[in-house]
């Protein structure tokens, strides 16, 4: 019975150890900076306006824009940067997940973010 008992306490310390040196290695080396989706050279004309294009303009374009909401140049975009409502919609966190159909694939996802981030400037 002690026998098991110290083979049981044996496990947690070995456990912890192991648990301890992983946080360890966490710290000491931090996973790098990915850039996988290539989120670190996007600009609003190439990356961000052909999206939309793609995504958003059959239901945002010039002509009976849905919900009032047009995207397709600059200035509009910017308008729903500004007033908070763009990003909730893409990351399907706001009243109007956008677009309806299906999120976005995660990195178009991310190099719109990171665009944001970088204060969607009209590069
Ligand atoms: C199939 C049509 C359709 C597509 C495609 C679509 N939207 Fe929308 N979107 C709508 C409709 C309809 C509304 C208005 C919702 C309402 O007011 O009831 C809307 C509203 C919005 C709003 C306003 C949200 C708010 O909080 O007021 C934003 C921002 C938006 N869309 C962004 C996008 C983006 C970005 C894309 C592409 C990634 C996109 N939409 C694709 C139909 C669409």
């Known amino acids: 019975m002690l026998f098991r008992l110290s083979v049981c ?26 850039n996988a989706c290539g989120e670190d050279t996007i600009t609003y004309a190439g990356t961000v306006a052909p999206l939309f294009q793609r995504q958003c303009l059959s239901c945002h374009g010039e002509q009976f824009p849905s919900g009032d909401v047009r995207l397709d140049t600059y200035e509009h975009v910017r308008q729903y940067v500004d007033n908070g409502r763009l990003w ?36």
């Open 88 to 123: 909730p919609s893409i990351d399907y966190t706001g009243p109007y997940p956008m677009p309806p159909v299906g999120q976005l694939p995660a990195c178009d996802r991310v190099r719109i973010k990171a665009w944001i981030d970088r204060g969607a400037p009209n590069d």
């Open 9 to 34: 306490l044996l496990w947690a310390a070995v456990a912890g150890l192991v648990a301890c040196a992983s946080e360890n290695e966490e710290q000491l080396f931090p996973p790098p900076a990915t």
